[in-house]
């Protein structure tokens, strides 16, 4: 069975700093996305990354696959408010179509 | 906006109620998905159609029916809910299923909140 694990669930920063969450999955997968989720509305897709070494960026994000270590990243550089809501990662799973699987997400608050 | 749209946005409704949410997309897709997303759970997928067949069923209580139409219209028909389904309710589309070899991104409407009394 797929797992998907993101860390930390949680996290305060402060403006001007950066810092990265992770997304560790438990078997081979095709592709990975990254959406992001404002408090109260629908989830906003930001990345999907198809192959190893993958790197995509998107202003203050950048996101990158390591298919390898089963790894993903999604780095925030310079963090500012506007960058606060929840993250989440998913991982197309085996079998039938559109079977994403989704981390529990993480959480952002950045703080002034 | 996204381009998928839900309603209603918000639902309360008795255990012996049967109601029904509906989703509509406006983006030519021809996949579209209803997902459950609960407080402190991974966001489920819950049904999947492509091409207006159901290819996924992820083990979902029949109190659960989903109906689409056609490739722009999917239902989800609610009866003897329990509490415990109170979450929020995601519909999402597709140009086609992701377990094709595309890239296609799945776009997620605003959801209904669904509370179960």
């Known amino acids: 069975e797929l797992k998907v694990e993101q860390n930390p669930l949680f996290l305060s920063m402060q403006e001007g700093k950066n810092y990265t969450i992770y997304c560790n999955y438990s078997?081979?997968?095709?592709?990975l996305y990254w959406y992001r989720q404002d408090p109260g509305k629908s989830l906003e897709s930001l990345f999907v990354?198809?192959?190893?070494?993958a790197v995509k960026q998107e202003g203050r994000l950048m996101a990158s696959l390591d298919t390898k270590a089963r790894l993903s990243t999604l780095h925030i550089t310079a963090a500012v408010h506007d960058l606060s809501a929840t993250y989440f990662c998913?991982?197309?799973?085996?079998?039938?179509?559109?079977?994403?699987?989704f981390g529990k997400g993480t959480k952002l608050s950045v703080k002034p | 906006e996204t381009g998928v749209t839900q309603t209603p946005r918000h639902l309360v409704m008795g255990m012996t109620n049967k109601k029904s949410l509906k989703c509509e997309q406006h983006?030519?897709?021809?996949?579209m998905y209803w997902y459950k997303q609960s407080a402190k759970k991974p966001l489920e997928l819950m049904f999947v159609?492509?091409?207006?067949?159901?290819?996924e069923n992820n083990s979902v209580p029949s109190r659960f029916s989903p109906e689409c139409p056609n490739s722009s219209h999917l239902f989800l028909h609610l009866h003897t809910l329990q509490p415990e389904d109170s979450a929020l309710y995601l519909c999402?589309?597709?140009?086609?299923?992701?377990?094709?070899?595309?890239?296609?991104?799945?776009?997620f409407g605003p959801g209904t909140r669904l509370t179960v009394l």
């Open positions: 998913a991982v197309l799973g085996g079998g039938s179509q559109g079977n994403l699987i």
């Open positions: 159609y492509n091409f207006k067949e159901q290819t």
């Open positions: 999402a589309s597709s140009r086609t299923g992701t377990g094709t070899s595309s890239t296609d991104t799945q776009y």
């Open positions: 078997t081979t997968s095709d592709r």
């Open positions: 990354l198809l192959s190893n070494g």
């Open positions: 983006l030519g897709h021809n996949a």
